[in-house]
């Protein structure tokens, strides 16, 4: 098993930044790729950032150029810089693990951006 614990989430104003956080606990050897994803309300979960054990990224088009999503091996956790927010980013956001051919997840975070 493997606990996701997130953090950082807040009210932000349309323009300003936020750091996320998610930390692994647990059995976490074996650990590969990890993500973060959001869901706003009224719609489905959506994929916002991956980073594998290497270091390679890929965004969602929404967020290319304002997000940046980084990893700590050591500590086993994965971050989420958003800059230039938007309204359009308020969702509660997901940590996600994949380990071996499982997938785990956190209990999410919630980011409002609003003026």
Known sequence: QVQL??????????????????AASGSIFGITTMAWY?????????????????GTT???DSVKGR???????AK????????S??????AVYYCNVNKRNYVYWGK???VTVSS
């Open 5 to 22: 614990v997130e953090s950082g989430g807040g009210l932000v104003q349309p323009g300003g930044s936020l750091r996320l956080s998610c």
């Open 38 to 54: 959001r869901q706003a309300p009224g719609k489905e979960r959506e994929l916002v950032a991956t980073i594998t054990r290497g």
């Open 58 to 60: 890929n965004y969602a």
């Open 67 to 73: 997000f940046t999503i980084s990893r700590d091996n």
């Open 76 to 83: 086993n956790i994965v971050d989420l810089q958003m800059n």
């Open 85 to 90: 927010l938007k309204p359009e980013d308020t």
């Open 108 to 110: 999410g975070t919630l």
